[in-house]
Each structure stands twice: as structure tokens, then as C-alpha cells.
Antibody
Framework: QITLKESGPTLVKPAQTLTLTCSFS??????????VGWIRQPPGKALEWLAL???????RYSPSLKRRLTITKATSKNQVVLEMTDMDPADTATYYC???????????????WGQGTLVTVSS | DIQMTQSPPSLSASVGDRVIITCRAS??????LYWYQQKPGKAPNILIY???SLQSGVPSRFSASGSGTDFTLTISSLQPADFATYYC?????????FGGGTKVEIK
């Protein structure tokens, strides 16, 4: 069974850097075709894809946020970390960690998802 | 970026109703389209792969079709468990983008 769980601060101040960790089990990020990504959802709004990292350290970012995002993996720890700099109240959202496995034949499909973590940006 | 537009943004329906949700892409995406269901306070779950393939375990009252720019998700007979928000997502190109969602509410 694959599970993912997000962890990190629930409250950050404007201009600070957010660091979120995705801890997962049931798969390995050393397996060819496997990736982990981040998606966020502001309260009452739609989903927004942020970033993906793959087994071979290939990384993909949302162009609109690329300058603020860094995604890294710690394969032996089964963790993926997302850093987002220069946080703003508009970044208040639930941040989800997701698996994306190209071995399913469905590239960039997100399944499963973590439970999500609400991050509020406020002074 | 490929824009995904869903309609309607919300709808009210009764148990047993047939419900159709549409998703339009701003350019052709072939069948690189997924559908997700999100219940309040929960993470989304994938329903449909490749525009029309049902995820294992998803009830057969769900179906989907389309290719190119126009796609539909149909619930043939709405059940209480189906009241949720539905999102489409294109996987044709980066950035990966979602539709604005369609909230299905109880009439």
C-alpha cells in the first residue's frame, strides 16, 4: 500500500521560506519511472500543480513559480522536500504530496495523494 | 500554458439524476486527460485515466469520453456518495493544469 504524508509549518510569515517534507512508503524513488510531486489548493479554490521530481533526479516546475521553488529528494529516507521562497498571503493553501508513476502508462497522473497540510501565510 | 475550462462551475441534482460535466482545453491535448473527485476536507482521488479509462474500483455509473479539446464526465445515476467536486487535468504538456472544478450539490 502506497502512502504519502506531508509535514511542515502550519504558519509562516510573509517573505519567509516554506519548507515542506513528503514522507512516503510503499514505493521507492529509485525505481525507474517513479516520481513525487506537489500540488496546492487555496481555500475554496482549484488545484494548482507546483513541481515534480523523478527517480533520475529529473525535475519539473510550474513556470509561474519556478524562481521560488526547489524540489529535492532523499531517496534512502523515502522523502521529498519542497522549498518555496518569498511567501505571500496569496500562497495560503493546502499543499498536497502526490505520486506520479509513468510505469502505469499514464504519465503525469497523480495517484495516490497525501492528506494535505494547510499552510497559512500571515504576519 | 494550456487552459482547462470546466462547466458548469456548480450544479444541483437529485439522487438518480444523470449528470454531465464538461471540460474544454485551450488547445488539442489528444486524450491526455484525467478526472478527479474531491470530497470536502479530503484529498482528490483519480477517477478516469486517458480521457475514458475507469480507475479500478470506481463504480460503473461513472463514464467519460472525449479527445482533442472537448471532454465529458458522466454520472449515469447520481448517488449520495457522488456529491463532491470534480476536476479535470491535462497531462499533455508542462505546466500540468487543472480545470476550475465542478461542484455537484444535492438538490
Amino acid at each position: 500500500q502506497i502512502t504519502l504524508k506531508e509535514s511542515g509549518p502550519t504558519l509562516v510569515k510573509p517573505a519567509q521560506t516554506l519548507t515542506l517534507t513528503c514522507s512516503f512508503s510503499g514505493f521507492s524513488l529509485s525505481t525507474s519511472g517513479v516520481g513525487v510531486g506537489w500540488i496546492r489548493q487555496p481555500p475554496g479554490k482549484a488545484l494548482e500543480w507546483l513541481a515534480l521530481i523523478y527517480w533520475n533526479d529529473d525535475k519539473r516546475y510550474s513556470p509561474s513559480l519556478k524562481r521560488r521553488l526547489t524540489i529535492t529528494k532523499a531517496t534512502s529516507k523515502n522523502q521529498v522536500v519542497l522549498e518555496m521562497t518569498d511567501m505571500d498571503p496569496a500562497d495560503t493553501a493546502t499543499y498536497y504530496c502526490v505520486q506520479s508513476d509513468h510505469n502505469t502508462g499514464w504519465p503525469y497522473a497523480f495517484d495516490p495523494w497525501g492528506q494535505g497540510t494547510l499552510v497559512t501565510v500571515s504576519s | 500554458d494550456i487552459q482547462m475550462t470546466q462547466s458548469p462551475p456548480s450544479l444541483s441534482a437529485s439522487v438518480g439524476d444523470r449528470v454531465i460535466i464538461t471540460c474544454r482545453a485551450s488547445q488539442s491535448i489528444s486524450t491526455y486527460l484525467y478526472w478527479y473527485q474531491q470530497k470536502p476536507g479530503k484529498a482528490p482521488n483519480i477517477l478516469i485515466y486517458g480521457a475514458s479509462s475507469l480507475q479500478s474500483g470506481v463504480p460503473s455509473r461513472f463514464s467519460a469520453s472525449g479527445s482533442g479539446t472537448d471532454f465529458t464526465l458522466t454520472i449515469s445515476s447520481l448517488q449520495p456518495a457522488d456529491f463532491a467536486t470534480y476536476y479535470c487535468q491535462q497531462s499533455y504538456s508542462i505546466p500540468l493544469t487543472f480545470g476550475g472544478g465542478t461542484k455537484v450539490e444535492i438538490k
